[in-house]
């Protein structure tokens, strides 16, 4: 079975007395484990897409289905729940919570996921990230003395933390220079990789495609190409 499969996905929205089709009928599957990076033009509906599966948005008509559970059969209180524990989002800004350190970042998201780890379990899981991160040296400081790079290296290791099925990244390395954007895809490459986590992408930056292992291409609602690389 595919972790995540989507079929004949639409989305109407209304633009003033006008219905607006944005999604088109999608139908795409995602396996365990895999990198995929959805480009297309502004206002192809990437974003759109991302958040339908990502459980943020609600559909027109059609299916999502996780492990073969519908999504849209979903109340919002199991939606809630499903997010919290097997979903991890990333955006192009961090949103670190202003009035928690590093470490409390990343101890509340275990908190939110309902952990099954001990206290002791999650200050050594907690220990870890921030070494894979290279953030120890930064566990008790306040986000508005990071750089941009460190926010969102925090960021990454808050949405992975609890080691859920999916990361959804939405432009993840758009306020970053050349040389960051490629830590952090260095850093999303490690993390996932090392806990089979499937990672959504949107990306403009034709450099970070060669972290991907298939590129999906949309226009105007619809997918135009879908590549294994
Ligand atoms: N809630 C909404 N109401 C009305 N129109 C919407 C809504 N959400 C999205 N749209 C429109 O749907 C289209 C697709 O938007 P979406 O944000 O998914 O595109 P995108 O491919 O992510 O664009 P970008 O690359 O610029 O972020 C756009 O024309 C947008 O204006």
């Given at each position: 079975?595919?972790?995540?499969?989507?079929?004949?996905?639409?989305?109407?929205?209304?633009?003033?007395?006008?219905?607006?089709?944005?999604l088109?009928?999608?139908q795409l599957?995602?396996?365990?484990?895999?990198i995929?990076?959805?480009?297309?033009?502004?206002?192809?509906?990437?974003?759109?897409?991302?958040?339908i599966?990502?459980?943020?948005?609600?559909?027109?008509?059609?299916e999502?289905?996780l492990?073969?559970?519908?999504l849209?059969?979903?109340?919002?209180?199991?939606?809630?729940k499903?997010?919290?524990k097997?979903?991890?989002?990333?955006?192009?800004?961090?949103?670190?919570?202003?009035?928690?350190?590093?470490?409390?970042q990343?101890?509340?998201?275990?908190?939110?996921?309902?952990?099954?780890?001990?206290?002791?379990?999650?200050?050594?899981?907690?220990?870890?990230?921030?070494?894979?991160?290279?953030?120890?040296?930064?566990?008790?400081?306040?986000?508005?003395?990071?750089?941009?790079?460190?926010?969102?290296?925090?960021?990454?290791?808050?949405?992975?933390?609890h080691?859920?099925?999916?990361?959804?990244?939405?432009?993840?390395?758009?306020?970053?220079?050349?040389?960051?954007?490629?830590?952090i895809?260095e850093?999303?490459?490690k993390?996932t990789?090392?806990?089979?986590?499937?990672?959504?992408m949107?990306?403009?930056d034709?450099?970070?495609?060669?972290?991907?292992?298939?590129?999906i291409?949309?226009?105007?609602?619809?997918?135009?190409?879908?590549?294994?690389?």
């Amino acid at each position: 079975m595919e972790l995540l499969e989507t079929i004949n996905l639409q989305k109407t929205v209304q633009n003033g007395d006008t219905q607006e089709n944005i999604l088109k009928g999608i139908q795409l599957s995602f396996q365990k484990g895999k990198i995929t990076a959805l480009i297309g033009a502004s206002g192809s509906g990437k974003s759109t897409f991302l958040t339908i599966l990502a459980g943020l948005q609600s559909v027109s008509s059609g299916e999502v289905l996780l492990e073969g559970n519908s999504l849209v059969a979903m109340s919002a209180e199991q939606l809630r729940k499903l997010r919290a524990k097997e979903f991890g989002y990333v955006f192009q800004y961090a949103h670190l919570v202003p009035f928690l350190t590093v470490e409390e970042q990343l101890h509340l998201m275990l908190d939110i996921a309902a952990s099954p780890l001990s206290k002791q379990e999650r200050k050594q899981e907690v220990h870890d990230v921030l070494g894979m991160i290279d953030m120890l040296h930064r566990q008790h400081a306040y986000p508005s003395i990071l750089s941009g790079g460190e926010k969102q290296r925090v960021a990454i290791a808050r949405a992975v933390i609890h080691k859920p099925k999916l990361l959804f990244a939405d432009e993840p390395t758009a306020s970053l220079d050349s040389k960051r954007s490629m830590d952090i895809m260095e850093l999303i490459l490690k993390l996932t990789k090392k806990n089979d986590i499937t990672t959504l992408m949107v990306t403009h930056d034709e450099d970070m495609l060669r972290y991907a292992d298939r590129v999906i291409k949309m226009n105007d609602g619809k997918i135009t190409e879908d590549r294994t690389v």
